[in-house]
């Protein structure tokens, strides 16, 4: 990418951050139908087993500064309880600006019939936001804004979900994050953070799913997600895949932002599979930032436990 669209992309991005950047922004993955805990703490409830996932996310390919993720999730039931604990960590990156999430979460599962259950979860977390300012590419070398990198500032946040789960039905609905996280820098590279409740500001998740058996070999998993997000449009996410011999699924999603991803997993053994996706923007490429990138690979793999009986309840994972 040529120097001129660097500089602009440095500078938007800054703009913005001396305005007062929020943390409240939550990283965006394309395959949070096939582990749910990413976007909703309830759903590690679902899971009566030890099992995790880990995330690698390169967004706008060949756009310099552009989003990447890295993230890892591990949950547990807890004996006899109804409950699930759960760990996560989340690196996320865009540009010279670094956020780390450290979650802990706690779900508890109530029986709603011999096929159905609920679970409610909470997640405590520590987010972790620095910038690497020295590493800017800037005209002036000198300038005190860009000569240093901050320092980590640790601020608290919680997330909050419900999860309504059958064995070829979900619903959930979570709040990514409950507070408004907020990390200032003044002229001279000084940062203040703050910590504070909007309602205004609240994020609202809603997701559901569901599993149709077309035969004894073949199955389509179909599943959708709506995004209420403080000062964006409103999103929704369709995804459809076909899973062929209880291993191989191949689908696709189409996002309101107008973006297709194309789905793709594989049942390695019963303990792990291998899933990916790819997002390419429909838009027109003299219009939007589709001219500037090759679209975005994500990758994830997933270890779930196996169980000698098999699960009373367990909803449709793709």
Not at 40 to 61: D, E, H, M
Not at 138 to 152: C, G, H, I, Y
Not at 188 to 210: I, M, P, R, V
Not at 247 to 276: D, H, M, P
């Amino acid at each position: 990418m040529n120097k001129l669209f660097t500089k602009l992309f440095v500078a938007v991005f800054f703009t913005f951050l001396l305005g007062g950047l929020s943390a409240q922004n939550y990283y965006h993955i394309s395959q949070y139908m096939i582990h749910q805990p990413f976007i909703n703490p309830a759903a590690i409830g679902s899971y009566n087993t030890l099992n995790g996932a880990a995330l690698y996310k390169q967004q706008w390919v060949g756009l310099e500064g552009a989003p990447s993720i890295q993230a890892i999730n591990i949950n547990t039931p807890l004996g006899v309880s109804n409950g699930n604990a759960g760990f996560s960590v989340v690196r996320d990156q865009i540009g010279v600006n670094n956020r780390i999430d450290i979650a802990g979460t706690y779900a508890y599962n109530l029986s709603l019939g011999a096929k159905s259950k609920l679970a409610l979860g909470i997640t405590g977390m520590a987010v972790l936001n620095q910038s690497n300012f020295g590493d800017a590419a800037v005209n002036d070398p000198n300038d005190p804004l860009f000569s240093a990198n901050t320092e980590m500032r640790v601020l608290p946040n919680f997330q909050y979900g419900m999860y309504y789960y059958t064995n070829k039905f979900y619903v959930g609905l979570s709040l990514p994050k409950l507070l408004l996280n907020s990390v200032t820098a003044d002229a001279t590279g000084n940062t203040n953070a703050s910590t504070s409740f909007e309602f205004s500001q609240l994020h609202y998740y809603l997701n559901a799913g569901y599993r149709i058996e077309l035969s004894d070999k073949q199955d389509l998993n179909i599943s959708t997600l709506l995004k209420q997000v403080a000062g964006a449009p409103f999103q929704f996410d369709i995804n459809a895949q076909l899973v062929f011999g209880k291993k191989l699924g191949v689908g696709a999603s189409y996002r309101s932002s107008n973006e297709i991803v194309g789905l793709f997993s594989y049942q390695i053994t019963e303990a792990f599979k291998l899933a990916y996706s790819y997002d390419f923007s429909l838009g027109r490429k003299d219009l939007d930032l589709g001219a500037y990138h090759n679209g975005s690979h994500e990758i994830m793999l997933l270890f779930k436990m196996p169980t000698k009986e098999p699960l009373l309840i367990e909803p449709p994972r793709f």
